[in-house]
């Protein structure tokens, strides 16, 4: 299994950016999608999930209204749209994939992918 996240870079406070996550090896529509960040000195966190078989949506109460997720089974992919940043949304974020109906935290989650750096300047 793998999952190749991309679309990470420097962006301004108040801009977009679109993280786009690839899967393959894996049922891709059997699988509940996540992202998580983890800034320096700090856990990783929870940012939002796209759960496989109800199709739902959930996110940290800190990303609500400014983040959105969402996936495209026929091209195995997640996003991560990102919209209004802050300088306290500088993190690595990581997509994970998660062989049952909900998953909110990190044990639950089976694959990880490599993490892309995301840094919002003030």
């Known amino acids: 299994v793998q999952l190749q996240a991309s679309g990470g870079g420097l962006v301004q406070a108040g801009g977009s950016l679109r993280l786009s996550c690839a899967a393959s090896?894996?049922?891709?529509?059997?699988?509940?999608m996540g992202w998580f960040r983890q800034a320096p000195g700090k856990e990783r966190e929870f940012v939002a999930v796209?759960?496989?078989?109800?199709?739902?949506?959930y996110y940290a109460d800190s990303v609500k209204g400014r983040f959105t997720i969402s996936r495209d089974n026929a091209k195995n992919t997640v996003y991560l749209q990102m919209d209004s940043l802050k300088p306290e949304d500088t993190a690595i974020y990581y997509c994970a994939a998660a062989g049952r109906s909900r998953a909110f935290v990190l044990h639950e989650y089976d694959y990880w992918g490599q993490g892309t750096q995301v840094t919002v300047s003030s």
């Open positions: 090896g894996l049922t891709f529509r059997l699988y509940t």
């Open positions: 796209f759960t496989y078989r109800e199709r739902r949506t």
